[in-house]
Each structure stands twice: as C-alpha cells, then as structure tokens.
C-alpha cells in the first residue's frame, strides 16, 4: 500500500489543505479496480469509520497476494469542509466562500480522458479545486464509492438507473436496505459525475458500479455499525474481483426496496414547531398514516398540525433535529407510485 498526500490550495495565501490517498496496486490490469471516498460532506463521518474497519482487510490481502485489481481510497475526502466552523457548528455540507454544496457543481467530462480535468489555474475556488481533484482520482476505476450518511436513516444506495439491476449484488453485499433509482441529468453530484463519461456507450457500462452510499444516520457512528459496513464494503470488492477471497460467499439475491427517484415525496412541515414523530426509518405507512405531528403552539388545545402519509410507502429517513422551520423537509418517504412533486436528477433536494 502506497500513501500520498494531496494539497487543495486555499483561496488566500498561506492556507492550504491536504488529505491523504492510499492506493493497493492489483496483481491482474484487467482485473476491475476500485475508488472509494468517504465524508465529502465533512461532518458525515460512517463511511470514514467504515473505510477505518475495511483497511486491515485490504493489508492482509495484500500482504497474501489476493489484490488483483487496484483500489484507491480516500477516507476523508473533504478538508475544506471540515475545517468550517461557525458559532461551534462544522459546517460541512456547504463551502461557505461559494454557498455551494460540496456534492453539487462537479466538471462533467464528455469523456473518461484525464486530460479533461480542469486544472487549478483554471479554477477560482477551493472547493471547485477540490472536486476537480477528487474527480480526477475516482477516474478510471470501474467502481466508485461515494460514502455518504442522511440524518436519520436506513442504509440505502442512490444508483443510476443504468447500472440496475447489474448492481444489485453490490446493494446484498452491503446489506442496505433501500436502493433508490435515478435517470437524467441533474446538479453534477458527485455520482452523477463519475458515471457521466461512461454513459455514451453501453460497453462502458458493463461491470461499471457507481453509488453514493448512504449509512444511515449522522449519529451512526460507532464500531459494531463500521466494522458491519467495513466487512460490507469488503463483500464488494471480493465480489466484483477486485480482492480474492474464497471465505466470502457471493451475495444473495437483493430483498429490499427498489424504487425509482419519482417515487420519494419530501414531506415537509407545513408550520414551524416541534415536530413529534409517529414513525421512524423503516417504517411501512398506509395513504393517509400520521407521519407527524408539529407542535406549532405548544400549551394550546389547537396548537398542532398533523403530517399524513400521501400515498402508501416506506420511511426511508428523517430528521435528527427536532425543531423544524416552516416548509422545512420532515422526512423522506419512498412511495408506491410516483410522487406528485417529483423532479428528475440524482438526488432529491
Ligand atoms: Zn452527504
């Protein structure tokens, strides 16, 4: 395993930020290779423990020859993000010198050629300096993994549609719950990023995994959950023969939710308040369940609003703060049938 250390020249003189690369070389070149990154939004830290537990695993196999295709790996993908603090708040999902989220605004190549990478000088911010660089690492490799987490939730992969259910051993292997389907062109995520070159031709798909991963909730970090996504993260590799291991069984069947993206309705508050909720993650509802209740006027015998369920469907996620602004997003629900609110792209919101 090699290390290195790449810099992101800040936006005034004298700051600068780094992070570190690890790269596996593989035995075979035409063997599947790997990337995998972690907490590009800075403060959303599963995957980061789960690459942490996945480590060991990679070193032994190296260490007994079982790596045939290489496998680069960024733990901590974001450290702009991640030295933002306001009032004692990380802001990590947001670069406060562009109001740009960092999983938003990546370049689109019309193809997998290196060369297209903007470089540096042309580039006016840290942060767009940063997703050209993290791009550019992830280019090349069959696999990418973008680790994400939500606020609260299931463990669920976002996955373009293309690449399902050719992919559907990679959602077993991980043991998620949920995996949610999306087409079309949206705000240049991340993922949507890494799969846009490919997508010209069907034979550049074949074999091709691209995800953004989402672990559960921001407060699911601990060891038993990592080690479980560290070993989950592993059952891909081996799987996708990236790494040898004939003690790993392939994956079963995929027996969760599959959904497209039209089917998530983002519930929103219709009052601001105190939200109080009736389900969590996981939960089925009928059309018409209450979801939630917003104490809007606490003390008041009228001081609440009810949130019922529009269709039929699956909580997927909801929010970990309990105090909601007016219109604020409750929670996620994935639908039975399209959301009457749907718009097209990679991500909801
Ligand atoms: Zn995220």
Not at 60 to 78: H, L, S, Y
Not at 158 to 178: E, I, K, T
Request: net charge negative; proline share 7%.
């Amino acid at each position: 395993m090699k290390k290195s250390i790449e810099i992101i020249h800040g936006d005034t003189s004298g700051v600068a930020y780094s992070f570190p690369v690890y790269r596996f070389a593989g035995s075979d070149p035409n063997a599947p290779n790997a990337y995998l990154q972690a907490a590009l939004h800075a403060g959303e830290l599963p995957g980061t423990a789960a690459i942490h537990m996945l480590m060991p695993k990679l070193r032994k196999a190296e260490a007994e020859g079982r790596i045939r295709g290489d496998i680069t790996i960024v733990p901590e993908a974001n450290p702009v993000g991640r030295a933002q603090y306001t009032f004692g708040d990380r802001q990590g999902r947001f670069h406060l010198g562009t109001r740009t989220n960092f999983n938003r605004d990546f370049p689109r190549l019309e193809r997998p050629d290196p060369k297209l990478i903007p470089p540096d000088g042309a580039l006016a911010t840290a942060d767009q300096r940063l997703k050209a660089r993290l791009l550019g690492l992830s280019l090349g490799h069959k696999i990418v993994l973008d680790l994400h987490c939500d606020d609260e939730g299931v463990p669920y992969l976002y996955v373009p549609a293309v690449l399902w259910p050719a992919m559907a051993d990679c959602a077993s292997a991980l043991g998620v719950d949920a995996v949610i389907l999306w087409e079309g062109r949206s705000d240049a995520e991340f993922e949507e990023a890494s799969i846009y070159p490919y997508t010209q031709s069907a034979a550049d798909l074949a074999g091709r995994v691209v995800t953004t991963v989402e672990f559960r909730g921001v407060a699911d970090v601990d060891r038993t959950l990592a080690e479980g996504d560290g070993a989950g993260l592993y059952r891909i590799l081996v799987a996708r023969g990236v790494v040898e291991d004939a003690s790993i069984a392939k994956p079963a069947p995929f027996a969760g939710v599959v959904a497209p993206i039209r089917n998530v309705e983002m519930i929103r508050s219709p009052r601001a308040g105190t939200v109080l909720y009736d389900v969590k993650p996981g939960d089925r509802v009928k059309a018409g369940d209450r979801l939630a209740t917003v104490v809007h006027a606490p003390g008041e015998d009228d001081g609440t609003v009810e949130i019922r369920a529009p269709q039929a469907g699956y909580i997927l996620t909801r929010r970990s703060v309990r105090s909601l602004r007016v219109h604020e997003d409750v929670l996620k629900l994935v639908g039975d049938a399209p959301s009457a609110t749907a718009k097209p792209g990679s991500l909801e919101a």
